[in-house]
């Protein structure tokens, strides 16, 4: 094979991968958009059903452990959405509410013993 050959195949080959990735690259956009957006609503239900200093204690948990205050954002946003929250909440209410769903974590522990 000659060289002109050898280019016209390189390029047809990456003619052939740029709509691969230009829709690869779509698909993240999307993603990241769908995220942002989820993201978003999350915020503004949170903004909804807490006071300030709760709002801060949140912050400050998600700062620290991101994963526990993920699934206190999503009790509290579950709890709205059943009615079963008195919107605001203020920081004794959600220390309350963080100390039962600690509570509820270390209930679920499984320990194997061999003898």
Same mark, same amino acid.
């Given at each position: 094979?000659?060289?002109?050959?050898?280019?016209?195949?390189?390029?047809?080959?990456?003619? *052939?991968?740029?709509?691969? &990735?230009?829709?690869?690259?779509?698909?993240?956009?999307?993603?990241? *958009?769908?995220?942002? *957006?989820?993201?978003?609503?999350?915020?503004?239900?949170?903004?909804?059903?807490?006071?300030?200093?709760?709002?801060?204690?949140?912050?400050?948990?998600?700062?620290? &452990?991101?994963?526990?205050?993920?699934?206190?954002?999503?009790?509290?946003?579950?709890?709205?959405?059943?009615?079963?929250?008195?919107?605001?909440?203020?920081?004794?209410?959600?220390?309350?509410?963080?100390?039962?769903?600690?509570?509820?974590?270390?209930?679920?522990?499984?320990?194997?013993?061999?003898?």
């Amino acid at each position: 094979m000659s060289e002109d050959e050898l280019d016209a195949i390189r390029k047809k080959y990456l003619s *052939q991968m740029q709509p691969e &990735k230009s829709e690869s690259a779509q698909n993240e956009q999307v993603e990241a *958009q769908k995220q942002a *957006q989820l993201e978003a609503w999350k915020q503004g239900i949170l903004r909804k059903i807490l006071s300030e200093p709760a709002r801060t204690r949140l912050a400050n948990l998600k700062l620290v &452990k991101p994963d526990r205050a993920a699934v206190v954002e999503n009790h509290l946003i579950q709890l709205h959405q059943a009615r079963r929250v008195s919107a605001p909440l203020n920081e004794e209410q959600l220390l309350l509410i963080l100390r039962q769903l600690n509570n509820q974590k270390r209930d679920s522990k499984i320990e194997f013993r061999r003898s």
